[in-house]
């Protein structure tokens, strides 16, 4: 089993920076990617960016020069740098690590206000 728990969330106005991070914790040898997505009210859940373990890393594409998505090699933890926040990124944040399995965070609050 891992289990993954998010930190990092807040409030920050439009162009402002945060910086979200997961800790994993268990079988994390087994862990094959990790991945933040997001999911705002009304709206399903969707991907935001995922790293591998050979460290390939994908984007949504709204976030794209935008967001960074970086990990400690042991998997220990996953981070997430958000640059030029804008309203629209306003969401509940979740990490996700696929390990042969799946496991997902309580999730974290980012609000972008404008």
């Known amino acids: 089993q891992v289990h993954v728990v998010e930190s990092g969330g807040g409030l920050v106005q439009a162009g402002g920076s945060l910086k979200l991070s997961c800790a994993a914790s268990?079988?994390?040898?087994?862990?094959?990617?990790m991945g933040w997505f997001r999911q705002a009210p009304g709206k399903q859940r969707e991907l935001v960016a995922i790293i591998t373990s050979a460290g390939r890393t994908n984007y949504a594409d709204s976030v794209k020069g935008r967001f960074t998505i970086s990990r400690d090699i042991a998997w220990n933890a996953v981070n997430l740098q958000m640059n030029s926040l804008k309203p629209e990124d306003t969401a509940v944040y979740y990490c996700?690590?696929?390990?042969?399995?799946?496991?997902w965070g309580q999730g974290t609050q980012v609000t972008v206000s404008s």
């Open positions: 996700n690590a696929q390990w042969g399995g799946s496991s």
């Open positions: 268990g079988s994390t040898f087994r862990i094959n990617a």
